[in-house]
Structures are given as structure tokens and as C-alpha cells.
């Protein structure tokens, strides 16, 4: 192979990767790895393309030790210049007879929970404001390294 082709392949190999795939990822760490009732990490992502559909998944790490197979959370968010919120309460599955459903390495494991079977519309263009809460009898809930939300366009 020449080496100008090979420069031609990874140009358009770069020019490919830049694309945007619609993809917002946001992790919030948990100070001390103990999530209190009253740490409420607030995540905001940015919507312009309101004809697509979006996966909504929640995300947790957290460590081995974590005493529980699942995890209550209340999910407040406002709309682009709304000033109501909308809260959704989830009680999550974390673990099934098998052990943990998320991925694991060495005592940390990451979860990726869908929250709706069906992908979500956003009527609104703009910036979406998302508020997470634990609703866990523990206060605070030991082991817990982050929490967060992915949201990303759906396959047609």
C-alpha cells in the first residue's frame, strides 16, 4: 500500500469519527462514595434535533460491597423554559440470580439501565435539566462511586 492511500484511508477514518452520533453522557462522582438523601447531582443536556427519538438510560457505579440487587430513585426534570418539574420514581434492577446485570472490573461495576421500552420524543428544543435522588431505607447509601444519565439518539 503507497503511503498516500494509506494517508487518504485514516483522513477519512478521522473525518468519520467526528461525526455526531447524538450522544450526551453525564456522570456525577458521589462524595465518599456514600450517597446521602440530601445530594441531589443535577445533570443538563442539550436537545436540537426534536424528530429523533432517544434511549434514556440511568447509570450507576458502584462497588461490590453494595448491600442491595436494586435501587429506588426519583427523577425530577424541567423542559426548556419550563418552570414545573416532572418527577418519575424507578425502582431498578441491579442484580438477578446470576450476580450483577452491569459490567464489572475488579470490585467496580457500572450499570446501564434503560428507563422507557419505548425511545422518548422531546417536543422542545433546548437545554433539559435532570435532578437524581436515592430513595434507599440507607442514609447514606455506602458504595456508591457515580450516578448518571446517557441519553442518546435511537436507531431508525
Known amino acids: 500500500m503507497k503511503?498516500?492511500?494509506a494517508i487518504g484511508i485514516l483522513l477519512l477514518l478521522t473525518a468519520a469519527s467526528c461525526k455526531t452520533i447524538g450522544i450526551h453522557e453525564m456522570n456525577i462522582p458521589v462524595p465518599g462514595h456514600r450517597w446521602a438523601s440530601d445530594f441531589h447531582p443535577e445533570l443538563s443536556f442539550a436537545i436540537t434535533d426534536t424528530s429523533s427519538s432517544y434511549n434514556i438510560f440511568y447509570i450507576l457505579r458502584h462497588r461490590d460491597a453494595y448491600r442491595y440487587n436494586n435501587i429506588w430513585i426519583d427523577i425530577s426534570s424541567r423542559s426548556p423554559g419550563d418552570t414545573v418539574e416532572t418527577i418519575q420514581r424507578f425502582d431498578l434492577p441491579l442484580a438477578n440470580e446470576e450476580g450483577w446485570t452491569g459490567t464489572g472490573i475488579d470490585d467496580i461495576f457500572e450499570h446501564r439501565i434503560?428507563?422507557?421500552r419505548e425511545p422518548a420524543k422531546f417536543r422542545k428544543p433546548g437545554t433539559y435539566q435532570v435532578r437524581l435522588t436515592q430513595l434507599m431505607r440507607e442514609d447514606p447509601l455506602q458504595h456508591v462511586l457515580s450516578?448518571?444519565?446517557r441519553v442518546e439518539k435511537s436507531k431508525p
Open 147 to 149: 450516578v448518571g444519565l
Open 3 to 5: 503511503l498516500s492511500s
Open 114 to 116: 434503560l428507563l422507557y
